[in-house]
């Protein structure tokens, strides 16, 4: 059995989610009720009602679903509907830095390339503006750690302890 160590992620001001969650919500709600009278009785009908019920959950997902786990020799980390295992032998942990991303502009992300990305939130795959690849879960700019792997793709966290984690990592390589 392994032992499986969580590190909680910062979590993140939920204005901005909520705010986006309410107008999806009532768009689609809006686009029920004018169109109900044409949609009745139509296939139409239940791609509407799956729309204005997924969409929803699935912002709530990608909010809510975030978890960073060290397991074993594995960081493992979930990043709303997306998700990444890195050995900890492939992590450049001497490298690896606690940074504000508003200050430190080498650090920006760029282009999402798949995952979500609202202000205040950004989870998933990303690429900076020179290219590098970028897995993030950014809850809060002002203390990220970011760690490099040996491929040259960077992690993007915002946990409560980012020196906790490192140490864990730290340990883990010493022991390998």
Same mark, same amino acid.
């Given at each position: 059995?392994?032992?499986?160590?969580?590190?909680?992620?910062?979590?993140?001001?939920?204005?901005?989610?909520?705010?986006?969650?309410?107008?999806?919500?009532?768009? #689609?709600?809006?686009?029920?009720?004018?169109?109900?009278?044409?949609?009745?009785?139509?296939?139409?009908?239940?791609?509407?009602?799956?729309?204005?019920?997924?969409?929803?959950? #699935?912002?709530?997902?990608?909010?809510?679903?975030?978890?960073?786990?060290?397991?074993?020799?594995?960081?493992?980390?979930?990043?709303?509907?997306?998700?990444?295992?890195?050995?900890?032998?492939?992590?450049?942990?001497?490298?690896?830095?606690?940074?504000?991303?508003?200050?430190?502009?080498? $650090?920006?992300?760029?282009?999402?390339?798949?995952?979500?990305?609202?202000?205040? $939130?950004?989870?998933?795959?990303?690429?900076?503006?020179?290219?590098?690849?970028?897995?993030?879960?950014?809850?809060?700019?002002?203390?990220? #750690?970011?760690?490099?792997?040996?491929?040259?793709?960077?992690?993007?966290?915002? #946990?409560?302890?980012?020196?906790?984690?490192?140490?864990?990592?730290?340990?883990?390589?010493?022991?390998?």
């Amino acid at each position: 059995m392994s032992n499986v160590r969580k590190f909680d992620v910062t979590p993140p001001d939920l204005r901005i989610p909520a705010l986006i969650f309410i107008a999806v919500l009532l768009t #689609l709600t809006g686009v029920l009720a004018m169109g109900w009278h044409q949609l009745v009785g139509s296939s139409a009908l239940w791609v509407v009602i799956a729309a204005a019920l997924i969409a929803p959950a #699935l912002i709530l997902i990608t909010v809510f679903r975030r978890k960073v786990m060290l397991d074993g020799e594995t960081l493992k980390i979930v990043a709303g509907l997306n998700r990444t295992s890195i050995p900890t032998s492939s992590l450049l942990t001497n490298q690896a830095r606690i940074v504000d991303l508003d200050t430190s502009t080498e $650090y920006r992300l760029g282009i999402k390339s798949f995952g979500t990305s609202m202000p205040g $939130y950004h989870a998933g795959h990303f690429r900076q503006i020179g290219g590098n690849k970028v897995f993030a879960l950014v809850t809060d700019k002002r203390r990220v #750690l970011v760690l490099p792997e040996r491929d040259g793709r960077l992690l993007m966290l915002s #946990l409560e302890k980012p020196q906790a984690l490192l140490d864990a990592l730290q340990r883990s390589a010493h022991t390998q």
